[in-house]
Structure formats: C-alpha cells, structure tokens
C-alpha cells in the first residue's frame, strides 16, 4: 500500500532567514580561519594574504550593516560604518607598512576587530 504524503511531510525547501543562518555562519568560519591563519602562522606570506582576506570579510560585514541597519537603526549603521572604515585603515596600514614589524601587527590587530566587532554587530 502507498502511502499519500501531505504538505507537511513534503521536503521542505530552506526559507531566506536558513540561507541568511547558513551564510552568516560559513562567514563566521571563514573569519575564524583567516583570523588563526593571520596570528599563528609565521609565514609573512600567509600573515599577509589572511589580512587581506580578514579585511575583505571585515568589509563585506559593514556592507551587510549598511543593507540591513540603514533606516531604522541608524547606530549599528554607525557601528558597521566605522567598523569598515577600520578593515580600509588595515589594508592602508599594511601596505604602508613596508619592512616596520610595529605597523603590521597593528593592521593586524585593527583588521581583526573590524571582522570580529562586526561580526557581532551583524548578530546583534
């Protein structure tokens, strides 16, 4: 005997806030990698490459904060804007930075909290 599958017992197809989880979370492990693979690796070259990589994520957080805060919540904006403001100061800082083993590690850190700040300014 065949049994008749109603709607409910049908696969159900990911809604737009599961994709926007799944996202948000193949975001956060990517950060999460580049951000070990920038503090804990000695390779210069690896040090930079995930800067540059942990400063593209930092921006794509604070395009995120300007499509989804721009109208109503105009102080996570702020947050997000500064925050990309910061991932820019990095890549600037890092570039400038030449052979000065001082100036690198501050992109790196300014990098790293622009990522990790608005990661949690996204959350909130």
């Not at 790196?108 to 909130?124: F, K, Q």
Request: no cysteine.
């Amino acid at each position: 005997a065949t049994k008749m599958k109603n709607e409910s017992e049908e696969i159900e197809m990911l809604n737009n806030l599961d994709l926007m989880i799944i996202v948000f979370m193949v975001l956060a492990a990517a950060g999460l990698l580049a951000l070990v693979l920038m503090f804990l690796v000695r390779n210069e070259k690896i040090k930079k490459a995930s800067l540059y990589i942990t400063s593209a994520l930092g921006l794509y957080v604070g395009y995120i904060s300007f499509r989804i805060f721009w109208p109503m919540f105009m102080g996570q904006f702020a947050i997000g804007a500064i925050l990309a403001a910061a991932a820019i100061a990095a890549i600037v800082l890092s570039i400038t930075a030449k052979d000065n083993v001082k100036k690198f590690n501050i992109a790196r850190i300014l990098a790293a909290a622009s990522l990790v700040l608005g990661m949690i300014n996204a959350a909130m």
